[in-house]
């Protein structure tokens, strides 16, 4: 069923081998910013309706492949995926981003919730899974992925999107033991997630931990910090050269880099807001590092962009003993819509003929 | 016409001095969570017809005094004044915070601005400062303030608010000589506005860096840090006991510390993503440091505001050999409207009170 895989510089890097050049990809390099995206979007209607169609799901994944070299797929899909499964109605307002029909405030909605089947109430997931692996034909590895169970329970509670997490930092303050509840159930749930993304084709995982760095670091290290523990200590995904790797992203974790290092995870991505060789001098080599251009760099001329990816290289080498293996390329968080195809490209192709030197 | 200052708890904390409790204010501390905010603000129609009102200003300023313990007053205002004074017509939306009728996006935009004068341009702030400080009648400190050249620069040329900062950070790529034009003048103004501050009657100068948080550490070090370096090397703000203390606040600053600490300035703000001990490892006692409660603490209940509390005092006096001295005690960004009145007295009275022993 599956064919063997042509480019295997991803995997490689976060197996800490020697590539012949960074392998790179970025995160939401499916969306808005591409027409053809825009025009699936529009025949499909919705987001949701997408990425619940494993068909149209496996075409957006597939569409910035055509256009760039790219060394990574990417699931299309939500990080909200796993509360909606749980019943509390995922949906979206246009402008104003994700939002839940019910939310999570008490011990007694915390109590409700339990771990979603996969193969039924998460199906859809694991049938595009299928689907865009069929589809790469092993052109290049497809990424699972999931948010954190910190990430998700802000969502849960506060309902949607948030400026100040008033709500659920309360909860941390004043009901700390419902919010290890929420904590936990989501843990165990998206271990069972990205142990079904993996049987049903998922060559790499990633846990997206979005709303890690809001928090103090007495707060992360109660709140976030363990249930990503839990993840890669616990989700099983092979040995050896077969492992599946798990990357452990996180906005503004950069304080957090050596704990995460320590996690067991094997790669961890990293935003903006730390030099690259930094980061590669407080993890030590343990974990690949994946990273972290600041996504507005790609408003900036090419020549700029150019500069700056070779910064990025240059950094992170500089910091990991003058060796380039062990970094994926990418931008330090998602990229947005009003964003030019073209520099994307650009991007690409430098981060592969810097790379290759 | 100035009477003798009755507590001095901020100031001699800020020059590193022996103090009977650890000195609190919190930023935003004059604000729509007190009910007698939302009534003068009602009769005064506008936020800007506020801070353009000296006898109003002064008003509002007081308010928070009234209730709570404090131990320093700061100026209401805007830190949008100076642009607004270079002619850039500041104006608020409800529910959208500040907006500017005219942006900086050209050579030719930022070539075009100049200092405004203060005792003209500016008066109505200077005169406020004036009456606040005849007011208080020498209870407390009175703080000026102004933004930062880079966090003004975000509005000037993103014309308000950003998620993403795009428009700033394309100049900052792709014209950085019209970016530090724009720093430039924006530093010069803030030298002259917070001079003017001080001598009418400000005891201390507070530059708010809201964005630099934004910012890759590289950038950060071109376009936010050298501007903040020159205003604490050429405000002109006095000798010894009669120094009028300079506080350098900035959101996303824990990477820049010990930056900061060497800039001459004699306090650092800092906010919640770093704790205070590790903050004043960092700063060596060269500043005092002024934070850094997460402002989401004030939705926690009277325990848990006070063990917070506990749990940041001692932080900064294991962190600072032992010893409360040099030691601010304030929030780490601005409190929000929704925010219990109650709560903020037993933030207070558990500062002063636990420091105390």
Same mark, same amino acid.
């Given at each position: ?9 991803? !995997?490689?890097? &976060? ?13 939401? =390099? ?24 494993? $068909? ?67 199906? %859809? ?5 299928? *689907? ?11 990424? /699972?992925?999931? @948010?954190?169970?910190?990430?998700? +329970? ?20 004043? $009901?700390? +033991? ?25 060559? +790499? &995982? =990633?846990?997206? $931990? ?45 304080? %957090? ?6 996690? @067991?995870?094997? #790669?961890? #991505? ?5 030099? &690259? ?7 030590? /080599?343990?974990?690949? !590092? ?25 950094? %992170?080498?500089?910091?990991? $003993? @003058? ?22 490209? *650009?991007? *690409?192709?430098?981060?592969?003929? %810097?790379?290759?030197?």
């Amino acid at each position: 069923m599956t064919s063997p895989l042509k480019n295997d510089r991803f !995997l490689r890097a &976060l197996r800490h081998e020697p590539v012949d050049r960074t392998p790179v990809w970025l995160m939401r =390099q499916a969306g808005r910013y591409l027409p053809e995206y825009r025009a699936t979007r529009k025949a499909a209607g919705s987001f949701l309706g997408m990425a619940k169609n494993p $068909d149209i799901a496996c075409e957006v994944t597939l569409q910035p492949l055509r256009r760039f070299d790219l060394d990574a797929a990417i699931l299309f899909s939500d990080i909200l995926t796993i509360p909606d499964a749980m019943g509390l109605g995922l949906y979206f307002v246009e402008g104003e981003g994700p939002k839940f029909e019910r939310t999570v405030r008490s011990a007694a909605d915390a109590e409700r919730l339990g771990v979603p089947d996969m193969e039924t109430e998460l199906r %859809y997931v694991m049938d595009a899974v299928r *689907v865009i692996r069929r589809e790469l034909g092993g052109s290049v590895p497809l990424i /699972g992925f999931s @948010g954190s169970p910190w990430t998700l +329970a802000c969502y849960m509670v506060e309902g949607g999107g948030s400026k100040d997490f008033a709500r659920i930092k309360a909860m941390a303050l004043n $009901d700390p +033991a419902t919010l290890h509840r929420l904590l936990a159930v989501n843990t165990d749930a998206v271990i069972a997630y990205l142990a079904a993304q993996r049987a049903a084709g998922a060559q +790499a &995982l =990633q846990v997206f $931990d979005t709303w890690g760095g809001v928090l103090s670091p007495a707060m992360y290290r109660e709140f976030s910090l363990p249930y990503l523990q839990r993840i890669a200590h616990e989700l099983e995904r092979g040995d050896g050269a077969q492992r599946t790797p798990l990357i452990l992203f996180g906005k503004g974790n950069a304080a %957090y880099l050596s704990e995460l290092a320590d996690s @067991g995870a094997e #790669g961890v #991505g990293v935003d903006w807001l730390v030099e &690259l060789g930094e980061a590669a001098r407080r993890t030590q /080599g343990k974990v690949a !590092l994946q990273g972290n251009l600041d996504p507005a760099t790609l408003y900036g001329s090419a020549d700029a962009i150019r500069h700056e990816v070779r910064r990025a290289l240059d950094s %992170y080498r500089d910091g990991n $003993d @003058g060796s380039r293996e062990g970094h994926v390329f990418n931008l330090g968080h998602g990229m947005s819509p009003d964003m030019n195809p073209d520099h994307v490209a *650009v991007l *690409v192709d430098e981060v592969h003929g %810097y790379s290759a030197r």
